[in-house]
């Protein structure tokens, strides 16, 4: 199984020997809980918007509608820079 993203950061601060394992694992944390929140989210509602996505791709995919997907895909990616924005001020 490959290691998830928060290993692989691990590992590289830990091999570039600036930082013990702890020390890794805080900042690696510490950095994730300021950028996406306690709740893993980056803003509230990010992971219903989510699956509501995936809901509607399913729908489309099955109908072979591509231009509704990549319309589905372009508004998501819209909607979601807007609410990152809104979080951030």
């Known amino acids: ?3 998830s993203y928060r290993e692989q950061l691990i590992h590289q601060l830990q091999c ?4 013990t394992e ?9 950095h994730t809980a300021q950028v996406l929140g306690a709740d893993g989210q980056a803003y509230p509602g990010e992971l219903t918007t989510l699956r509501t996505l995936v809901r509607k791709l399913r729908v489309a995919a099955r109908n072979c ?3 509704e997907v990549q319309a589905l895909l372009t508004e998501a990616a819209r909607d979601d820079g807007a609410a990152r924005e809104v979080a951030r001020s």
């Not at 570039?16 to 930082?19: S, T």
């Not at 702890?22 to 510490?30: C, F, R, T, Y």
């Open 16 to 19: 570039q020997g600036a930082f």
């Open 1 to 3: 199984m490959m290691p």
């Open 65 to 67: 509608e591509l231009s």
């Open 22 to 30: 702890q020390g890794a694992i805080e900042l690696v944390d510490a």
